[in-house]
């Protein structure tokens, strides 16, 4: 296992960010672990690293942007931004009922080469989303990666259209 994967498993560790125990989740399923991701993106160590992981792994690729749906991954899309010289997009849960009424805030050209970037994954429906988002406004997404994959079907929904989920790390690396 590299450095940089080790060195975000333990300030994942250390900050609480993965715990262990009974909880709800928004699905409204029970879990015996629980991935506290709001804690770890308002964390700038963590946050630094999540970005500067990202921008290692997609130097040197053809990427015109990095997009992140709100909320939880416009601050990794932000730090992978500041880390790479990438610009970013900021993808809405929903169209606003005012103003511009965009979908995607950033500039989206027709053609460009778009990294979608997650906080943490289950199923990987909100990031599915996210990828349609890109492609029904012009963009190609070429890469998809998340900080977390929780290991509960994201990877194998994703691949069914056509997408390949990079996880920095995914819920195996971490021991109750």
Same mark, same amino acid.
């Given at each position: =296992?590299?450095?940089?994967?080790? $060195? +975000?498993?333990?300030?994942?560790?250390?900050?609480?960010?993965?715990?262990?125990?009974?909880?709800?989740?928004?699905?409204?399923?029970?879990?015996?672990?629980?991935?506290? =991701?709001?804690?770890?993106?308002?964390? &700038?160590?963590?946050?630094?690293?999540?970005?500067?992981?990202?921008?290692?792994?997609?130097?040197?690729?053809?990427?015109?942007?990095?997009?992140? &749906?709100? +909320?939880?991954?416009?601050?990794?899309?932000?730090? %992978? !931004?500041?880390? !790479?010289?990438?610009? =970013?997009?900021?993808?809405?849960?929903?169209?606003?009922?005012?103003?511009?009424?965009?979908?995607?805030?950033?500039?989206?050209?027709?053609?460009?080469?778009?990294? %979608?970037?997650?906080? %943490?994954?289950?199923?990987? $429906?909100?990031?599915?989303?996210?990828?349609?988002?890109?492609?029904?406004?012009?963009? =190609?997404?070429?890469?998809?990666?998340?900080? %977390?994959?929780?290991?509960?079907?994201?990877?194998? $929904? +994703?691949?069914?259209?056509?997408?390949?989920?990079? &996880?920095?790390?995914?819920? !195996?690396?971490?021991? &109750?």
């Amino acid at each position: =296992m590299d450095e940089d994967k080790n $060195n +975000l498993i333990h300030l994942l560790t250390t900050n609480q960010v993965i715990k262990f125990g009974k909880f709800s989740l928004a699905s409204g399923r029970e879990s015996d672990y629980y991935v506290d =991701m709001k804690k770890a993106i308002t964390d &700038p160590q963590i946050l630094s690293q999540i970005g500067k992981m990202i921008a290692s792994k997609i130097a040197g690729s053809k990427v015109d942007k990095v997009a992140g &749906p709100a +909320l939880g991954a416009v601050p990794i899309a932000t730090a %992978v !931004s500041l880390a !790479s010289g990438i610009p =970013m997009l900021m993808i809405r849960k929903s169209k606003k009922g005012y103003g511009t009424s965009k979908l995607i805030e950033g500039d989206l050209e027709d053609g460009d080469q778009v990294v %979608v970037v997650e906080d %943490v994954t289950t199923t990987g $429906n909100s990031l599915l989303k996210a990828v349609n988002a890109v492609k029904d406004n012009g963009g =190609m997404v070429v890469r998809a990666l998340v900080a %977390v994959d929780r290991e509960e079907g994201a990877t194998e $929904n +994703l691949a069914k259209k056509g997408i390949k989920l990079e &996880p920095l790390v995914t819920k !195996s690396d971490f021991k &109750p």
